[in-house]
């Protein structure tokens, strides 16, 4: 079965400061594709960034980046210079396949951003 | 296109009662998705159209639950004798078959519907 996990249920950081969520996962694929999303109090959830597991190469999105590592399964978030707007749950998903169906979530980090 | 429309956003309903939700989805997306999410879980996939074709329903949780797209265009879930468990938050989201859970606004979530069963 492919799981994703986020081992840190709750999180909180000044504003300005940089801040990284763990997210690892569980699967026997080789190729997959990995996304953070952002959940606000509006609920809709709000794709932060992608990455595709065939590229070596860390995904970047202005101040959010990733540190993928693959041998790991292990595919953190990190978000610079936080701003109060970054204040929302954070999800990291997965889909193991080319052709995109559907997502498995992981149980979400719970992100403050204190003024 | 406003995005991926859900109606109603409050649903609060007695047990045993039976539930129906609609989700339109972002006009020119072929495919449309539903998601359950619980209190401090993050949203687990229930099933998916391509066009009115429900191409994957072995994930619907309960024989309680059908979802239909009849034209292609719009969806509804329903519950059917509903229980106290599935109280939650229902997501409705839908993209472009070719690709589009990989492009940057390919997969447009819903604000949700969130369902509460007294």
């Known amino acids: 079965a492919q799981t994703v996990t986020q081992s840190q249920p709750e999180m909180s950081v000044q504003e300005a400061e940089t801040v990284t969520l763990s997210c690892t996962y569980d699967?026997?694929?080789?190729?997959?594709?990995l996304f953070w999303y952002k959940q606000p109090p509006s609920r809709q959830m709000i794709l932060v960034i992608r990455?595709?597991?065939?590229?070596?190469q860390n995904a970047t999105e202005n101040r959010f980046s990733v540190n993928f590592q693959k041998a790991a399964k292990s595919f953190s978030l990190k978000i610079s210079d936080s701003q109060l707007g970054d204040t929302a749950m954070y999800f990291c998903?997965?889909?193991?396949?080319?052709?995109?169906?559907?997502?498995?979530f992981g149980p979400g980090t719970r992100l403050s951003v204190l003024p | 296109d406003t995005g991926v429309s859900q109606n109603p956003r409050h649903k609060i309903t007695k047990r045993g009662q039976n539930v129906t939700f609609r989700c339109d989805p972002i006009?020119?997306?072929?495919?449309l998705y539903w998601y359950r999410q619980t209190l401090g879980q993050g949203p687990e996939f229930l099933t998916y159209?391509?066009?009115?074709?429900?191409?994957?329903k072995s994930r619907l949780l309960s024989d309680r639950f059908s979802a239909e797209r009849p034209k292609g265009s719009f969806s509804t879930l329903e519950i059917q004798r509903t229980e106290q468990g599935d109280s939650a938050m229902y997501l409705c989201a839908s993209s472009l078959a070719a690709g589009g859970m990989f492009s940057r606004y390919g997969y447009t979530f819903g604000s949700g519907t969130r369902l509460t069963v007294v």
């Open positions: 998903a997965f889909t193991p396949n080319n052709y995109g169906q559907n997502f498995v």
């Open positions: 006009s020119e997306h072929n495919r």
């Open positions: 159209f391509q066009n009115e074709a429900q191409l994957e």
């Open positions: 699967t026997s694929e080789n190729n997959y594709y």
């Open positions: 990455q595709e597991a065939y590229k070596q």
